[in-house]
């Protein structure tokens, strides 16, 4: 399946968010990149339009991974934040790769932090993109 042909992906679509204004992060790089990966929703670093979109579609509550503030749109399968733990949000957007036509987070960036929360599926993650990333 294409990731344009997922739900969650056509839900996100749907919000016509502006490219150069958004990343998706959390763990759906991996599914992207083809990494058996079964996501049940997708976080999204945003700013600008892309933010100002998503208060115009819900109220922003403090996210419970860092400073952030995050807009839950779809019953929670889609979260629009507008940080990302301590990176800053205009680098991660810059170093963004689209794939499928989103923008996704590298997942160089993916191990750093997944390796900094350290819960399990978090370390079985990095294994899987280490051995991806070097081709294994």
């Known amino acids: 399946m294409e990731l344009r042909d997922h739900p969650i992906f056509r839900k996100l679509a749907s919000l016509r968010l502006p490219a150069e204004d958004y990343v998706i992060a959390g763990s ?3 599914m992207a990149h083809g990494l058996n990966r079964i996501i049940g929703d997708i976080d999204i670093v945003a700013r600008g339009g892309a933010w100002k979109v998503a208060l115009g579609l819900g109220r922003a509550s403090r996210s419970p991974l860092g400073p952030a503030q995050c ?5 929670g399968e889609i979260e629009i934040l507008d940080g990302w733990f301590d990176y800053s949000v205009d680098s991660l957007i810059a170093e963004g790769e689209f794939i499928d036509g989103f923008k996704f987070l590298p997942l160089s ?3 750093e ?3 900094a929360l350290r819960r399990d599926v978090d370390l079985d993650d990095v294994e899987s993109i280490k051995m991806f990333l070097s081709g294994l």
């Open 28 to 30: 759906a790089p991996m």
């Open 71 to 75: 807009v839950v749109l779809f019953g």
């Open 109 to 111: 960036r993916t191990v």
């Open 113 to 115: 932090w997944k390796n």
